[in-house]
């Protein structure tokens, strides 16, 4: 059964600096692409960032370029978000998503994604 959790949510200052993890089972983790979406209160779910199953390419909403850094590790089944720079802005709940299995798909989107994680919360407060 696949199974994403992710980890490494808190409270941080504005400036401050948080590493997102999601930790993958269940499925072959380098055949997918893996995204990460959050929701702040009261509004919609938006495409944080995604990484690509074939060549690792990634994709980045505009807001957070520059300061976040998407990255996988296959070997371990774990999908990270660097985040810098934080913003008060940016706080939301975290999610992790996955899709596949992709055999030749050197890119990512922030549609079609099936499968989900609980979520984990950001709060960049002073």
């Known amino acids: 059964q696949l199974q994403l959790v992710e980890s490494g949510g808190g409270l941080v200052q504005p400036g401050g600096s948080l590493r997102l993890s999601c930790a993958a089972s269940?499925?072959?983790?380098?055949?997918?692409?893996l995204a990460w979406f959050r929701q702040a209160p009261g509004k919609e779910r938006e495409g944080v960032s995604c990484?690509?199953?074939?060549?690792?390419?990634?994709n980045y909403l505009d807001s957070v370029k520059g300061r976040f850094t998407v990255s996988r590790d296959n070997a371990k089944n774990t999908v990270y978000l660097q985040m810098s720079s934080l913003k008060e802005e940016d706080t939301a709940v975290y999610f992790c998503?996955?899709?596949?299995?992709?055999?030749?798909?050197?890119?990512?989107?922030?549609?079609?994604?099936?499968?989900w994680g609980q979520g984990t919360q950001v709060t960049v407060s002073s």
């Open positions: 990484i690509s199953s074939v060549g690792g390419n990634t």
């Open positions: 998503a996955a899709e596949g299995p992709f055999s030749h798909r050197p890119s990512c989107d922030f549609s079609g994604y099936d499968s």
């Open positions: 269940g499925f072959s983790f380098h055949l997918y692409n």
